[in-house]
């Protein structure tokens, strides 16, 4: 079982893990409501975004999978994260499965950074999970997110009201 993440480098990224160091970009990233305008729906006070991150970092040693920092590989600056999660939602089609999950601050859109990050994080859970399949949940809207996980291999299954409004369900198969 995997305590900490492994560091995975592609083309342009470092899938690491999270660090006090990136505490205030982290912050900062999740109180632009541009970011959080299809997750939560609200910028994120300080604590939450705090709370959040450490519950995040808390999913390697419980789960043996988890969230990594996507950090520039150049700068090693945090530039958004995601990976792997179960974070006891209380949607059914989620219960069991790794659910997958990705955010980049506003500079890092458009440029193909969360295909590069999210093809070498579900490469690594083929190599290393023993799941048959891989679930995420996407706002209606948030076309940015379905196109991204289209190319990840992920097709919709489904809707969920679980979380008090719609989401919709998607997945992927092991090996995508």
Not at 87 to 107: K, S, T, Y
Not at 155 to 165: F, W
């Amino acid at each position: 079982m995997f305590t900490a993440p492994p560091i995975i480098e592609t083309e342009r990224l470092r899938l690491r893990e999270m660090r006090f160091a990136d505490k205030d970009i982290h912050i900062a990233m999740w109180a632009d409501e541009r970011v959080t305008r299809f997750i939560g729906g609200e910028p994120r006070a300080p604590d939450v975004s705090w709370g959040k991150f450490l519950a995040a970092a808390g999913l390697w040693p419980v789960m043996g999978f988890g969230y990594w920092v996507f950090a520039d590989r150049a700068s090693d600056r945090l530039a958004g994260m995601g990976g792997l999660s179960y974070f006891g939602r209380g949607i059914p089609e989620l219960e069991g499965l790794p659910e997958a999950g990705w955010a980049f601050d506003a500079d890092h859109w458009g440029a193909g950074y969360a295909t590069e990050a999210m093809t070498a994080a579900l490469g690594w859970a083929d190599a290393n999970l023993d799941a048959a399949e891989v679930r995420c949940i996407i706002d209606p809207g948030n076309d940015a997110s379905e196109r991204v996980s289209a190319k990840l291999g992920f097709r919709r299954i489904g809707d969920s009201e679980a979380l008090g409004y719609l989401v919709g369900v998607y997945s992927r198969p092991r090996g995508g």
